[in-house]
């Protein structure tokens, strides 16, 4: 069976600088970069990115940055764009999730190549029982999507450098989370 590491919106807003940049944004770019242009036992490499137009009450211009949030990653936007340090020619695929709604799980992304394609679906379609989690931030889409890759039945590692949090603390809780649940912490 084949193994996966999913990119977790490693956009440009999330980076500093960005809209809801997160403090160790760029640090997570590199390290991942470097990981993904070494030596690796990934059999496909793919990556999620936050892609709204019309989120509703995801958006608010009083943010408390737990539930809602300033305006980020519009559609097509600088800030929705990966970070430059992030070579996307090794991602074979990309999965756009949030257009109308929150969504902070992966799991909710569509395949840009084919939209009807769910990130589930193309994982088994790919042969794939095995992720590794990365990415921005810790605390919300980290979190969710290495949740739903559990609940979906895949084994599921999360490596703890190579993400960032909005908060620290809730991003520790969230790695404590994930171990109770079953994931492997990589730390
Ligand atoms: C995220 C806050 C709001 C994330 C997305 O990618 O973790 N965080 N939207």
């Not at 999360?158 to 960032?164: A, G, K, P, R």
């Amino acid at each position: 069976m084949a193994k996966a590491l999913i990119i977790v919106d490693v956009q440009n807003d999330f980076c500093p600088g960005g809209a809801l940049g997160t403090e160790r944004g760029h640090e997570v770019a590199r390290g991942i970069n470097e990981l993904i242009n070494g030596e690796h036992d990934y059999d496909v490499i793919v990556a999620t990115q936050d892609w709204h137009i019309d989120p509703g009450a995801h958006f608010s211009n009083e943010p408390d940055f737990v539930d809602t949030w300033p305006v980020h990653c519009a559609a097509d936007s600088e800030g929705a764009r990966m970070h430059p340090e992030v070579d996307v020619s090794k991602i074979r695929e990309f999965f756009r999730k949030g257009e109308y709604t929150a969504a902070y799980s992966g799991f909710e992304g569509h395949a840009v190549a084919d939209e009807s394609t769910l990130m589930a679906d193309w994982l088994r379609q790919n042969g794939v029982a095995e992720v590794e989690v990365v990415g921005i931030a810790t605390d919300h889409c980290v979190l969710a999507t290495a949740q739903d890759a559990l609940r979906e039945g895949f084994e599921v590692s999360v490596i703890e450098m190579l993400c960032s949090p909005v908060d620290k603390t809730r991003g520790e809780n969230a790695l404590t989370q994930l171990e109770e649940a079953g994931a492997k912490i990589i730390r």
